[in-house]
């Protein structure tokens, strides 16, 4: 279920938004086709903000090149190592956490 989070940065707002991300918690969700397979993280912005100051001198060398965007991605395997699964569903069913029972809708199998 995927292999990295992709974050985008755009020119007139993205220092100041790389600057926030680092000072807020994430939450990732990664599925399947069709949806019966969800898992969702989050990360606290402490096990992120090293990897957003690290891509802070990039932006800026992006941005004085004249691009537009900038566009970085966090592995899904560091998600998954450093994050703490909230919620996980499997062939349709809530597995995690599972004192939820059944709380949560998930959408029938696409077509």
């Known amino acids: 279920m995927g292999s990295s989070f992709e974050y985008q940065y755009h020119k007139f707002h993205g220092l100041d938004k790389l ?3 680092k000072s807020v918690n994430h939450v990732y969700i990664s599925y399947t086709k069709g ?8 990360l606290q912005d402490v096990r992120v903000a090293t990897i ?7 932006l800026i ?3 004085q090149a004249g691009r537009q965007r900038f566009r970085k991605s966090i592995p899904a395997g ?6 703490l699964l909230i919620l ?8 995690h956490p599972a ?8 959408p029938p199998p696409m077509q």
């Open 19 to 21: 600057e926030e991300d």
């Open 35 to 42: 949806y019966q397979d969800i898992d969702v993280y989050i």
């Open 52 to 58: 957003f100051e690290g891509w802070k001198s990039e």
């Open 61 to 63: 060398a992006n941005y």
């Open 78 to 83: 560091y998600v998954r190592r450093e994050g």
């Open 88 to 95: 996980a569903i499997r062939e349709g069913e809530l597995t």
């Open 99 to 106: 004192q939820l029972g059944d709380s949560v809708y998930v």
